[in-house]
């Protein structure tokens, strides 16, 4: 585990504790999993075989900060609008996806060297997050945790600091080579792993399955400050439908329990 992840993740724990103690929050843990739709530069841009085809799976383990209960004194906090409205959300996340090209250039009816060449390049890309998102709830969160079956939307923003690991290649043979690599990935593919920030936003809701477990939904965007997330980069001047950075679509199913 990288040496950077290990102090980052520290971090985040001391200053959950260090909050606790001092201003008497509550804690709520939980865990994350769904599929995640992966935008990249592998395929063509808004193509629905895309959007299907580059779908992978994440998994996380979620902790909240509960402004409105204090653990240490079975009781509610002084009631102002952020303790009753909002939480804060900490993240330990990983999602991976197995990538090729769609859309009309690799349709079957195209019989070019290039079609045969996108056709037979694959890639994968496996991330690693950890961030804080604020999560604002415009229900009262009191009531909510009083009330069994009850609901509770909420949207977040935040960021996330990643570890990605990508790998490009080609059926055809070691790719950069006329034979494998169509001439927009000339020397613009990697297997090298790095790391980015990313900004996080997410829409939800929460059922209230019992007294100290809640089951949740959400749908979350995360856009990556690079294009090299998926191992490919083409020079965005000369092919400017390539110019975007990475980004992912998850639909996260969620179990939350509350800490007393």
């Given at each position: 585990?990288?040496?950077?992840?290990?102090?980052?993740?520290?971090?985040?724990?001391c200053?959950?504790?260090?909050?606790?103690?001092q201003?008497?929050?509550?804690?709520?843990?939980?865990?994350?999993?769904?599929?995640?739709?992966?935008?990249?530069?592998?395929?063509?841009?808004?193509?629905?075989?895309?959007?299907?085809?580059?779908?992978?799976?994440?998994?996380?383990?979620?902790?909240?900060?509960n402004?409105?209960?204090?653990?240490?004194?079975?009781?509610?906090?002084?009631?102002?609008?952020?303790?009753?409205?909002?939480?804060?959300?900490?993240?330990?996340?990983?999602?991976?996806?197995?990538?090729?090209?769609y859309?009309?250039?690799?349709?079957?009816?195209?019989?070019?060297?290039?079609?045969?060449?996108?056709?037979?390049?694959?890639?994968?890309?496996?991330?690693?997050?950890?961030?804080?998102?604020?999560?604002?709830?415009?229900?009262?969160?009191?009531?909510?945790?009083?009330?069994?079956?009850?609901l509770?939307?909420?949207?977040?923003?935040?960021?996330?600091?990643?570890?990605?690991?990508?790998?490009?290649?080609?059926?055809?043979?070691?790719?950069?080579?006329?034979?494998?690599?169509p001439?927009?990935?000339?020397?613009?593919?990697?297997?090298?792993?790095?790391?980015?920030?990313?900004?996080?936003?997410?829409?939800?809701?929460?059922?209230k399955?019992?007294?100290?477990?809640?089951?949740?939904?959400?749908?979350?965007?995360?856009?990556?400050?690079?294009?090299?997330?998926?191992?490919?980069?083409?020079?965005?001047?000369?092919?400017?439908?390539n110019?975007?950075?990475?980004?992912?679509?998850?639909?996260?199913?969620?179990?939350?329990?509350?800490?007393?």
């Amino acid at each position: 585990m990288p040496k950077k992840f290990i102090i980052t993740l520290l971090l985040l724990f001391c200053l959950s504790n260090s909050a606790n103690a001092q201003f008497g929050f509550s804690h709520e843990i939980g865990a994350i999993v769904g599929p995640v739709a992966f935008q990249s530069d592998y395929g063509e841009r808004h193509d629905l075989k895309t959007n299907l085809g580059n779908t992978g799976y994440g998994i996380g383990i979620i902790h909240y900060l509960n402004f409105s209960y204090r653990a240490e004194c079975n009781c509610y906090t002084p009631e102002t609008y952020f303790n009753d409205h909002f939480k804060l959300r900490s993240e330990l996340s990983y999602n991976k996806t197995n990538l090729k090209h769609y859309g009309q250039w690799v349709d079957p009816s195209r019989t070019s060297l290039v079609a045969d060449q996108l056709r037979a390049m694959r890639g994968s890309t496996a991330v690693t997050n950890i961030g804080m998102q604020l999560e604002f709830f415009p229900f009262s969160v009191r009531e909510f945790t009083s009330t069994i079956g009850s609901l509770a939307p909420f949207i977040s923003l935040g960021g996330q600091f990643s570890f990605y690991d990508p790998k490009a290649w080609s059926e055809l043979g070691p790719l950069n080579t006329p034979i494998s690599t169509p001439i927009k990935y000339m020397n613009a593919t990697t297997n090298q792993g790095g790391t980015v920030w990313s900004i996080v936003s997410s829409v939800g809701c929460r059922y209230k399955l019992t007294e100290l477990s809640d089951l949740m939904l959400d749908m979350r965007l995360q856009y990556y400050f690079s294009n090299w997330v998926d191992g490919l980069n083409p020079d965005p001047t000369r092919y400017p439908e390539n110019r975007a950075n990475d980004w992912n679509v998850w639909l996260n199913f969620g179990y939350i329990y509350y800490l007393n």
